[in-house]
């Protein structure tokens, strides 16, 4: 008869066995380990062979595991060493760097002509309760933010730790702004460099609750673990022509690779347009720079066609990720808006003024026109303007507010 509290492959006690264990216990030491990129090896070999590596994985562990401690076998992939001793941060570490070196020191054999080497992350927590579990595997999401092959102990006061707990009431948030039709559009004035006058709305959404307004670093994470990335764009089209039916203003509209892949953009921004007596060709679609992105045939077809329909493609933030001139080149947008970041530090930071410079002789040359962002005071916009940049947006024009500039 199986035994319901033991792991019928590897034959360590299993997931029921830990989680009693744990209940029973005023403070332990646990070690979450999860074998990294474990399902290459499942692809690469097939589930038969993923087991037998299982199998010698958990007897490594085993070996390498503090002596006085208990093994278990958490999911496919995922073991817990529970260890009682009272230790300190230094031996929980030396503890975990070891098992790391002795799986970066050990082959797995597979078969008699397949050997392996499989390397393994540490989340280290330590408590009572089942509670434990989670502060172990929330140790490991810090970690794998940045490396693998590594151990990082659980931390409370973490900003990662303080991340997810906003991401958790704004995932609250998100959905009660949507019940609550809490979302707002916010407009930014853009100005032209040569005739001094607001051409443009940059269109920005906000939360509104009772008064208190978000901006979208705020939630924006939280829209996205909940799937309502595409809701709030969908929001900020009916709002944003709604705004502009009946002004000579252009504006734009921030879209997302969500957005994109989901390819409803074109009958959205057609329905509204035509609703709002709005021509295309007073709508940016602004992207960030994500040239990867522009190079899928699906995604590139699907913006050709709404540029078809007379609408534009700005793309936003430019500079700041490694950009690859010839592919931008290639799409040519219409607009690029200069990442914030070298504009506000153009004046102090030569590397910023020397990159302005490139970014603007290059849309010069492609007929691309530029926009400044983070334009903040008098100095920053003269030097703007000597550079020839083609607009300008930032406080020193306006901040984002819900009516128009009168």
Excluded at 39 to 68: H, Q
Aim: charged content about 25%; glycine content about 4%.
């Amino acid at each position: 008869m199986n035994n319901p509290y033991n792991d019928s492959l590897t034959n360590v006690e299993n997931r029921f066995a830990l989680m009693e264990y744990l209940q029973d216990l005023e403070h332990a030491n646990v070690f979450l380990i999860d074998i990294d990129n474990f399902s290459n090896i499942n692809n690469a070999y097939g589930f038969e062979m993923g087991d037998i590596a299982l199998v010698e994985i958990a007897r490594l562990i085993s070996i390498a595991k503090p002596f006085t401690s208990k093994l278990f076998r958490l999911n496919s992939d995922e073991f817990v060493i529970v260890c009682l001793d009272t230790m300190s941060s230094k031996r929980l570490f030396e503890a975990a760097s070891s098992m790391i070196s002795f799986f970066d020191q050990s082959e797995i054999a597979l078969s008699d002509d397949i050997d392996i080497k499989a390397s393994i992350s540490i989340g280290i927590a330590l408590g009572r309760g089942t509670e434990i579990l989670n502060h172990a595997r929330t140790a490991i999401k810090e970690l794998r933010e940045h490396k693998r092959s590594s151990y990082k102990m659980y931390d409370p006061s973490s900003a990662f730790i303080k991340k997810q707990q906003e991401n958790v009431y704004w995932i609250h948030k998100i959905k009660e702004a949507f019940e609550k039709e809490q979302l707002v559009t916010y407009y930014q004035p853009i100005v032209n460099n040569k005739t001094k006058k607001i051409e443009k709305y940059e269109c920005l959404i906000r939360i509104c609750d009772n008064g208190i307004i978000s901006p979208p670093i705020r939630f924006m994470e939280a829209s996205k673990l909940t799937g309502t990335l595409t809701l709030v764009t969908k929001s900020v089209i009916e709002q944003s022509f709604k705004k502009f039916s009946g002004t000579d203003y252009e504006f734009s509209i921030n879209i997302t690779s969500t957005d994109l892949h989901l390819d409803y953009l074109e009958e959205q921004l057609l329905k509204y347009a035509k609703k709002y007596g709005i021509s295309p060709s007073k709508v940016a679609l602004e992207m960030l720079e994500d040239i990867d992105t522009l190079n899928t045939p699906e995604i590139l077809e699907q913006l050709n066609s709404l540029r078809y329909q007379g609408f534009k493609i700005s793309i936003d933030d430019f500079g700041s990720q490694s950009s690859n001139f010839s592919r931008l080149l290639e799409f040519s947008p219409d607009y690029i808006k200069i990442d914030g970041s070298f504009i506000k530090n153009i004046l102090t930071d030569k590397k910023s003024l020397v990159i302005v410079e490139a970014i603007v002789l290059l849309c010069k040359k492609s007929n691309i026109k530029t926009i400044a962002e983070f334009v903040h005071n008098v100095e920053v916009q003269a030097k703007v303007e000597e550079l020839g940049v083609d607009y300008s947006q930032g406080y020193y024009f306006g901040e984002p507010m819900e009516n128009l500039v009168s």
